[in-house]
T-cell receptor, first 112, second 115 residues
Framework: AQSVAQPEDQVNVAEGNPLTVKCTYSVSGNPYLFWYVQYPNRGLQFLLKYITGDNLVKGSYGFEAEFNKSQTSFHLKKPSALVSDSALYFCAVRDNNNDMRFGAGTRLTVKP | NAGVMQNPRHLVRRRGQEARLRCSPMKGHSHVYWYRQLPEEGLKFMVYLQKENIIDESGMPKERFSAEFPKEGPSILRIQQVVRGDSAAYFC?????????????FGSGTRLTVV
């Protein structure tokens, strides 16, 4: 069965610094990987996905993620964090035979 | 396109009452997924439905919880005899196909509070 882990409950960065939110996964077959963001009292918003192709995926709001097959990771990154990036971030995974499973979420706080 | 609509946004129920959560998928979407987000936890898959059929209910508690997606009307997540531990945010997502490559479109959620 597939699973996804986000090892950090919370990530704190200063505005303007690069940020990384970590995600590792376990799946049989080829992974379909996703990042979602949740702002307070809102539903999840799609950020980006990896299906196939280039390992570096670019998404919304300047975010990108790098698929690393050998490390089974799909870390979310942004070169320069904004205060408005503060939110809850979810990594998700599925394979061809299952529905999506989500990580526990990582709370990103960007301080001015 | 109004997106995935969930109502009510907030629901307060006393212990022992029933809670009904509604989800209207995006136009053209016939696949609906329910997730539960407990306080300070991530999303947990509950159930996946296609029109008039339950496809995967592996995440549903064995008792008190049920879901339906009738031919006409919204999908309903029903919780009977609610307990305090049912307090959570319940999110619905929809997709136009069984396993979309784009991912799902989520609603804004229903926040259930059991008092």
């Amino acid at each position: 069965a597939q699973s996804v882990a986000q090892p950090e409950d919370q990530v704190n960065v200063a505005e303007g610094n690069p940020l990384t939110v970590k995600c590792t996964y376990s799946v049989s077959g080829n992974p379909y990987l996703f990042w979602y963001v949740q702002y307070p009292n809102r539903g999840l918003q799609f950020l980006l996905k990896y299906i196939t192709g280039d390992n570096l995926v670019k998404g919304s709001y300047g975010f990108e993620a790098e698929f690393n097959k050998s490390q089974t990771s799909f870390h979310l990154k942004k070169p320069s964090a904004l205060v408005s990036d503060s939110a809850l971030y979810f990594c998700a995974v599925r394979d061809n035979n299952n529905d999506m499973r989500f990580g526990a979420g990582t709370r990103l706080t960007v301080k001015p | 396109n109004a997106g995935v609509m969930q109502n009510p946004r907030h629901l307060v129920r006393r212990r022992g009452q029933e809670a009904r959560l509604r989800c209207s998928p995006m136009k053209g979407h016939s696949h609906v997924y329910w997730y539960r987000q407990l306080p300070e936890e991530g999303l947990k898959f509950m159930v996946y439905l296609q029109k008039e059929n339950i496809i995967d209910e592996s995440g549903m508690p064995k008792e008190r919880f049920s879901a339906e997606f009738p031919k006409e009307g919204p999908s309903i997540l029903r919780i009977q005899q609610v307990v305090r531990g049912d307090s959570a945010a319940y999110f619905c997502a929809s997709s136009p196909e069984a396993r979309p490559t784009l991912g799902y479109t989520f609603g804004s959620g229903t926040r259930l509070t059991v008092v």
